[in-house]
């Protein structure tokens, strides 16, 4: 069946580095691709989407692209800041309408 | 995008009691979808709710523990019923946006003593 798998976390980093989080998954056909975040305490925000490969979808600094060919969606960011500290979930949807599929979620603790 | 509220935010629960659960949207749509996350977990679909038909339930996840009502096209309630600690989780609702998206809402926090 379908799955996505992140890098395991937490993830610590000092305010303005590099952000990296892995994502893979396996799925049939062409799924479109998602990143969630999930602040402390709150529900699930649509932080960015692609729809096809090679697609590249970014909001708030975040980018991530749709690579087929390694079956991945990474998460980059040039420049974390304190307020990024959340935890970040991959995920894949096969078909509009069908459920989502997440992947297991990573932390992200930045420290000022 | 959808706006989705929840009823109630948070609750603390007796164990063998049951919870229901409120999902409002301000706008009319089709699918809607209940998600379990366990402490430190991701998120685990439960079911699927459509409008005018019976809910689908993912492997694991039964109707006589999650029953769930769809009475119109911006409502939705899932009960946990004889509840158990094992049921402490947050529970939340989504719908399908228009463009292979879902809108999550704030998610209820259960505990079950």
């Known amino acids: 069946g379908d799955s996505v798998t992140q890098m395991e976390g937490p993830v610590t980093l000092s305010e303005e580095a590099f952000l990296t989080i892995n994502c893979t998954y396996t799925?049939?056909?062409?799924?479109?691709l998602f990143w969630y975040v999930q602040y402390p305490g709150e529900g699930l925000q649509l932080l960015l989407k692609?729809?096809?490969?090679?697609d590249k979808g970014s909001n708030k600094g975040f980018e991530a692209t749709y690579r087929k060919e390694t079956t991945s969606f990474h998460l980059e960011k040039g420049s974390v800041q304190v307020s990024d500290s959340a935890v970040y979930f991959c995920?894949?949807?096969?078909?509009?309408?069908?459920?989502?599929?997440f992947g297991p979620g990573t932390r992200l603790s930045v420290l000022p | 995008s959808a706006v989705i509220s929840q009823k109630p935010s948070r609750d603390i629960c007796q164990r063998g009691t049951s919870l229901t659960i409120q999902c409002q949207v301000d706008?009319?749509?089709?699918?809607m979808f209940w998600y379990r996350q366990q402490p430190g977990q991701s998120l685990t679909l439960i079911a699927t709710?459509?409008?005018?038909?019976?809910?689908?339930?993912e492997s694991g996840f039964v109707i006589d523990k999650f029953p769930i009502s769809r009475p119109n096209l911006t409502f939705s309630t899932l009960t946990v019923s004889n509840m158990s600690p094992e049921d402490s989780s947050i529970y939340l609702c989504?719908?399908?946006?228009?463009?292979?998206?879902?809108?999550f809402g704030p998610g209820t926090r259960l505990t079950v003593l």
């Open positions: 989504s719908v399908a946006g228009s463009y292979n998206e879902q809108f």
């Open positions: 799925a049939t056909g062409y799924p479109s």
């Open positions: 692609a729809t096809k490969a090679d």
């Open positions: 995920a894949l949807m096969r078909d509009y309408g069908q459920n989502f599929v």
């Open positions: 706008s009319q749509v089709t699918m």
């Open positions: 709710a459509n409008q005018g038909s019976e809910a689908t339930y």
